[in-house]
């Protein structure tokens, strides 16, 4: 079974332009989440969807940040404009159902570097 | 809210040295306990698991057991190796949270032949 798909792997861009990242969760898993890593620190919940709707995204800088998942599968995070501050890596996470599902799947990340 | 603290690393052992990293936590109920695994240009693997007080995760000869008392979720294993270099990561969930993890900072372990 594949796991969670990422692409890219790495970007580097200039501030102040878009960017753009995808996300290929496990077949048949309908949660998926978007996480914020920083250098040295743990992940942090960016969005939750559950199939195409997005039910936490209490943590998305909606100003510069949008995520869709327009068929429940596979989701794209952007960020546009984007600052230095937003070098990270960028992880999704997906999960077999809606209801108690405590093992999150992760994938490989999308490491950002802003300059 | 929630909270994981972990020992600060990095830790440093000898192939086949004991490896305890301190976990303990601050949360509303009763949450379910983690520890994940991050190796070099990896994503994050679940390595154990414990979803109740007493409860003992184990894998790939980890363990870690859910004291409730203490607040804590030590990850401990035997006889390190090599291979066991990465950075290893407590979570929970909490009863409240809707499946939402929250990390630990993370310890990163390396361990020399």
């Known amino acids: 079974e594949a796991g969670v798909v990422q692409s890219p792997r790495y970007k580097i861009i200039e501030k102040k332009q878009p960017v753009a990242f995808w996300c290929n969760p496990i077949?048949?898993?309908?949660?998926l989440y978007w996480y914020l890593q920083n250098l040295g620190q743990g992940p942090e919940l960016l969005i939750r969807?559950?199939?195409?709707?997005?039910?936490?995204d209490s943590q998305l800088p909606k100003d510069r940040f949008s995520a869709e998942r327009l068929k429940g599968v596979d989701s794209t995070l952007k960020i546009q404009p984007a600052e230095l501050g937003d070098s990270a890596v960028y992880l999704c996470?997906?999960?077999?159902?809606?209801?108690?599902?405590?093992?999150?799947?992760f994938g490989p990340g999308t490491r950002l570097t802003v300059t | 809210g929630d909270s994981v603290t972990q020992m600060e690393g990095p830790v440093t052992l000898s192939e086949e040295a004991f490896l305890t990293i301190n976990c303990t936590y601050t949360?509303?109920?009763?949450?379910?306990l983690f520890w994940y695994v991050q190796y070099p240009g990896e994503g994050l693997q679940l390595l154990l698991k414990?979803?109740?007080?007493?409860d003992k995760g184990s894998n790939k000869g980890f363990e870690a057991t859910y004291r409730k008392e203490t607040t804590s979720f030590h990850l401990e294993k035997g006889s390190v190796q090599v291979s066991d270099s990465a950075v290893y990561f407590c979570a929970l969930i909490s009863s409240g949270s809707a499946r939402q993890l929250t990390f630990g900072s993370g310890t990163q372990l390396t361990v020399l032949p």
């Open positions: 949360a509303t109920g009763y949450p379910s």
């Open positions: 969807y559950e199939n195409e709707e997005a039910v936490d």
């Open positions: 077949s048949g898993h309908n949660t």
């Open positions: 996470a997906s999960s077999p159902d809606g209801t108690g599902a405590y093992e999150q799947y």
């Open positions: 414990a979803t109740k007080a007493d």
